[in-house]
Nanobody
């Protein structure tokens, strides 16, 4: 019933940009905090960015501050991650998450979209 479908991943060169989208359905999207996590091979899944239900508050990992921007459209029920100045270290599978509480770990996940930053 709860669905989170990521899209927008792909292969980009260092310094390039990508915009990830997460289309949500099956729950009260506007009442939930949303987040993006990523997981690289051999590493644990880590928080990239999260956004409050209204979009007025955001939180970012130090590694992406100033480069990534999380946003949401509560009409379209979609959360976005604009990624600029991409680095090879950003290579990972990116997952969209849902949380009923601000700053709480997600209780639902999408299947992920792969981002590869390479020359």
């Amino acid at each position: 019933q709860v669905q989170l479908v990521e899209s927008g991943g792909g292969l980009v060169q260092p310094g390039g940009s990508l915009r990830l989208s997460c289309a949500a359905s099956g729950f009260a999207f506007s009442a939930c905090a949303m987040s993006w996590y990523r997981q690289a091979p051999g590493k644990e899944r880590e928080l990239v960015a999260e956004i409050y239900s209204t979009g007025r508050s955001t939180n970012y990992a130090d590694s992406v501050k100033g480069r990534f921007t999380i946003s949401r459209d509560n009409v379209k029920k979609t959360v976005y991650l604009q990624m600029n100045s991409l680095k090879p270290e950003d290579t990972a599978t990116y997952y969209c998450g849902r949380s009923w509480s601000w700053r709480a770990p997600p209780d639902a996940w999408g299947q992920g979209t792969l981002v590869t930053v390479s020359s």
